[in-house]
């Protein structure tokens, strides 16, 4: 079994729809999630960095975290074909600089 | 904000030559660089985490001795893939952290084709 899941999609959706992101692990131990956007043949940016559980907003996206669950999600809210891409999420466990544990990207259409 | 540069951005060689990837930090020390290889439409795998004036530590299944990994300079590391085969093509991507905020930045990737 993988650390971390995640859908792969591909997921389609219409311009302006709200977009749903998932991702699961089974290690306890992770503390830090993140979420990066990649667009194709190139390295992934960070989008959002949470801590344990809760909610982050920025812009028209929002990021939660429920460590009870090992479940976390990314909304996007008023989705535009922009933000056709490949989600990731990442996780570490510990505040040093270590490497992330990636889960395998879901790809994101949204139709204009 | 802090850029990750690596070069080539692409490459095409033969079965059994030798290719370097340079991954540099532009405007920042990085005294810890990380290496991840991606196939298509798979998730960012760890390589190997390489430290600036000492050996790279490898991650299990990963051949330190196909993989050369040096980090000599504290902007500048380099993944050399030995004898290359077409099961090494792929997308090889580097991060690191920097230093004072302690961010994590991507490169661009390098995407390495062999024939």
């Known amino acids: 079994q993988k650390e971390v899941e995640q859908d792969p999609g591909p997921l389609s959706v219409p311009e302006g729809a709200i977009v749903s992101l998932n991702c699961t692990y089974s290690?306890?131990?992770?503390?830090?999630f993140m979420w990066y956007r990649q667009y194709s043949r190139k390295g992934p940016e960070l989008l959002m960095y949470?801590?344990?559980?809760g909610n982050k907003e920025d812009g028209r996206f929002t990021a939660q975290v429920d460590k009870s669950s090992k479940y976390i999600s990314l909304f996007i809210r008023d989705s535009q074909p922009s933000d056709s891409a490949t989600y990731l999420c990442a996780m570490r466990k510990d505040t040093g600089r270590r490497a992330l544990t990636f889960g395998s990207g879901t790809r994101l259409q949204v139709q204009p | 904000g802090a850029v990750v540069s690596q070069h080539p951005s692409w490459v095409i060689c033969k079965s059994g030559t030798s290719v370097k990837i340079e991954c540099r930090s532009l405007?920042?020390?990085?005294?810890?660089m990380f290496w991840y290889r991606q196939f298509p439409k798979q998730s960012l795998m760890l390589m190997a985490t390489?430290?600036?004036?000492?050996?790279?530590?490898?991650e299990q299944g990963v051949e330190k001795d196909k993989f050369l990994i040096n980090h000599a300079s504290l902007t500048l590391s380099t993944l050399t893939v030995t004898s290359a085969h077409p099961e090494d093509s792929s997308f090889y991507i580097c991060?690191?952290?920097?230093?004072?905020?302690?961010?994590?930045?991507f490169g661009e990737g390098s995407r390495l084709t062999v024939l």
């Open positions: 991060s690191a952290y920097e230093q004072v905020t302690g961010e994590l930045f």
């Open positions: 949470t801590y344990s559980s």
């Open positions: 405007d920042f020390q990085a005294t810890t």
């Open positions: 390489s430290n600036e004036g000492s050996k790279a530590t490898y």
């Open positions: 290690n306890s131990a992770f503390q830090y």
